[in-house]
C-alpha cells in the first residue's frame, strides 16, 4: 500500500514537472509572437484579448497550467505539502537539461552546481514517507 | 530598501501561505482514489465548496500581484533568490498549520533544495 502511494506521488511529481515548465514556455513563446504590447485605449485591451485567444501557443500553454494545477491540487490531497514542493523543485534541474540538450544553450557552472545540489536535496526528501498525516477536519 | 524588504517577504508569505491553503483544503477532502474525468468533476465541485481553497486562491492571486509590483523596481536578480525562502516557510507551515512531520532528513533535503534554486537562479548566462 505504501508502495502504491509513493508511485502514484512519484507519477504526480513527474506530471507537474512536465506540465508547469512547458506552460510557461508555450505562454512566453505565443507572447513574445503577438509582439510588445500598448495599452492606450480600452479598445486596446479587447483587442489585444482577441489576439491573444486567437494564439494556438498559449491555448497549450493554458491547458499545460491547468494540467499541472490539477495534478498538483490531486497530489495534495494524499501526500505532504513538505514532501511535494521541494520535490517538484527538480523542475529547475530538468528545464537547465533540456535547455543544455535540446536547445543547445549554454549552462554555466555555478548553474550545474545548483542542479546537483537540488537533486541531492530532492533525493533526501523521497527518503522520507510521502504522506506523515491523516485526513484533515 | 525598507520597503522592499517588506514586500518580499509579503510575497513570500503569501505565496507560501496560499499554497498551505490549497494543500489543507485537500486533505479535508481526503485521498483521491478514481481519475475518471466524471470524478475529477466531482473533486472540483467539491473542493470549491471548501474556504480553504478560496483563501488559497485569493493569497495566491495576491503574491502573484505583489511580485509582479516588486519587479517593477527591484532587480529579478535580488528578487528570486528571496522567494526561494518559500521553501522554508513552506516546511514551517507544514509542521505548524499542517501537522505535517518534518524530519531532520527532510529539513536537509529542504536546505539543500533552496540553496540549489538559488544557484541555478543566480547562475543565469
Redo the contacts between chains.
Keep these: 500500500m505504501k508502495s502504491h502511494l509513493r508511485f502514484k506521488t512519484y507519477v504526480a511529481i513527474l506530471i507537474m514537472i512536465i506540465f508547469g515548465p512547458l506552460g510557461n514556455v508555450l505562454l512566453g513563446k505565443g507572447m513574445r509572437r503577438i509582439g510588445v504590447i500598448n495599452f492606450r485605449s480600452p479598445a486596446d485591451i479587447i483587442h489585444v484579448l482577441i489576439v491573444v485567444f486567437h494564439t494556438g501557443a498559449i491555448w497549450l500553454g493554458i491547458a499545460s497550467l491547468l494540467t499541472f494545477f ?1 495534478t ?3 497530489v ?3 501526500a ?4 511535494v ?2 520535490s517538484s ?1 527538480i523542475a ?2 530538468m528545464v ?1 537539461l533540456l535547455s543544455h540538450f535540446l536547445l543547445r ?24 514517507p510521502p504522506r ?2 491523516g ?3 | 530598501m525598507m520597503r522592499e524588504i517588506t514586500l518580499l517577504l509579503f510575497v513570500v508569505c503569501a505565496g507560501t501561505g496560499g499554497e498551505l491553503c490549497i494543500s489543507r483544503a485537500m486533505k479535508t477532502i481526503g485521498e483521491i482514489r478514481s481519475f475518471s474525468p466524471a470524478s475529477l468533476v466531482y473533486v472540483i465541485l467539491r473542493v470549491i465548496r471548501v474556504k480553504w481553497m478560496w483563501l488559497g486562491i485569493g493569497l495566491e492571486a495576491t503574491a502573484f500581484f505583489s511580485l509582479l509590483w516588486v519587479l517593477s523596481f527591484v532587480n529579478v536578480s535580488e528578487v528570486v533568490p528571496v522567494t526561494s525562502l518559500s521553501y522554508a516557510a513552506g516546511a514551517l507551515g507544514g509542521k505548524v498549520f499542517l501537522r505535517e512531520q518534518v524530519t531532520r532528513e527532510r529539513w536537509t533535503g529542504i536546505v539543500l533544495v533552496s540553496l540549489g534554486v538559488v544557484l541555478v537562479l543566480v547562475g543565469r548566462v
Design positions: 490539477l498538483y491540487m490531486l495534495l490531497s494524499w505532504d505539502y513538505t514532501f514542493q521541494p523543485s529547475y534541474g537547465a544553450e549554454v549552462i554555466t557552472p555555478i548553474r550545474w552546481l545548483g542542479v546537483l545540489v537540488i537533486s541531492l536535496g530532492v533525493l533526501i526528501v523521497s527518503w522520507t506523515t498525516t485526513r484533515a477536519e
